[in-house]
Structure formats: C-alpha cells, structure tokens
C-alpha cells in the first residue's frame, strides 16, 4: 500500500526552530516529487513547494520562499518541513502528499496532517 | 499566484446534481491540462477525486466529474449523497513547477 505518514503534533513557542516529517513507503520514494501543503485554522490549502527526493530539486511558493526549508533523506525515504524562526502565524496543519507521475498537480496519497501549534 | 476563485458554497438535496466552478487565468486553468480536485471532511485529510481535468483515480464513484471552459473548471457531482457533505478544493499548475489552490467550497447536502 502507498502511503505517507507524518510526524505528530507539535507546541513550540515563538523564535523556536522546527523539523517535521513525513516518511513515504510502498513505493520507489526517490521517483516521485513530494509536495508540503498549508492549512491554517478554519481556512483554505495553500501549496508551499515540492521536492524530488532522487536530486533533492526543489520548487517553492513565492508565498513559501525563504519562510521555511524543505529537504529530503533519500536513504530514509523521509522529506521534511522546517523552520528556523517560528511565528504564531505559522500555527496551522501541515499535509505532506506524493504528487502523481507525469504531473505537478496532482496529489495522492496525503499523510494525515501535522498540527504546528506556535504561543508563548 | 492568487488563489483560485470557487464560490463560498454550494447546496443540494439528495439524488439532485451540483456543479462546482473554479475561475482562474491564462496562467493556470486556462494554460494547462493540469487541474484536479479534492475532498476534505472535517478534521481529515484532502482526498484526490478528479486529477488531469477529467480523470477519475480508481475507487472514486463516477458520479464525480470534471470539465474545462477557458479559464474555469468545474467539479460535477450528480445523485448527492449524504456523505459528499464537505469541502471541495480545485488546484491547477502554474508554470515553472508551481501549483495554486481554489479558496475551497462548503457542499452542503440539504
């Protein structure tokens, strides 16, 4: 079964430095892009960047840009989210999806979210 | 990159059919063969229903369906069911590796 899993729930205050994960299995994670998706509460998905684990290529919203850092470890089949200064803006959930073959849109299977949770 | 413009929300009874809009540009919807659609219920991860414009993952009900006009897409549910009660988000490519999503729709099943 393909599928993504991501890290759980996390509570950090504001300046905090920040690594989330998600692991791929069930299929060749080097040749399939990985895309991070933003939620904050109440609202709409907003598309944050992707990467492709096999040259660690990465593309950003220009929205995203500079804001956070996204990577991969190929030998784990694990990409990861983070930050280095989080804001209570930054409060929100996080998805992780594998983006289709032959496409840049298209996302399936999502891991179930990580809660980022930013307060003094 | 704005968002994609979808409307707020959308209501049908059981068994009617809806349609769902998503408005974008020449630089997105209307550029490329690459929209898609997915379903969101409370509290649980999006779901892929239409990717490619038209195309059907398997173990999606053929009662969801997609299309392109120009600049807008569109998302068809026909035969509501209680269960479609939930957000639905379309999502185009952009150019240069870059994806927008639409601002989300509530389909309310009355």
């Known amino acids: 079964e393909v599928q993504v899993v991501q890290s759980g729930a996390e509570v950090k205050k504001p300046g905090e430095s920040l690594k989330i994960s998600c692991k791929g299995s069930g299929y060749s994670f080097t040749n399939y892009w990985i895309g991070w998706v933003r939620q904050m509460p109440g609202k709409g998905l907003e598309w944050m960047g992707i990467?492709?684990?096999?040259?660690?290529?990465?593309r950003y919203s220009p929205s995203f840009q500079g804001q956070v850092t996204i990577s991969a470890d190929k030998s784990i089949s694990t990409a990861y989210l983070q930050w280095s200064s989080l804001k209570a803006s930054d409060t929100a959930i996080y998805f992780c999806?594998?983006?289709?073959?032959?496409?840049?849109?298209?996302?399936?299977?999502w891991g179930q979210g990580t809660l980022v949770t930013v307060s003094s | 990159q704005s968002a994609l413009t979808q409307p707020r929300s959308v209501s049908g009874s059981p068994g009617q059919s809806v349609t769902i809009s998503c408005t974008g540009t020449n630089s997105d919807v209307g550029g490329y063969n690459y929209v898609s659609w997915y379903q969101q219920h409370p509290d649980k991860a999006p779901k892929l229903m239409i990717y490619?414009?038209?195309k059907r993952p398997s173990g999606v009900p053929d009662r969801f369906s997609g299309s392109k006009s120009g600049n807008t897409a569109s998302l068809t549910i026909s035969g509501l069911q209680a269960e479609d009660e939930a957000d639905y988000y379309c999502?185009?490519?952009?150019?240069?590796?870059?994806?927008?999503f639409g601002g989300g729709t509530k389909l309310t099943v009355l």
């Open positions: 490619d414009v038209t």
């Open positions: 990467i492709y684990p096999g040259d660690s290529d990465t």
């Open positions: 999806a594998r983006v289709c073959s032959n496409s840049y849109n298209c996302f399936d299977p």
């Open positions: 999502c185009s490519y952009a150019g240069s590796y870059t994806v927008v």
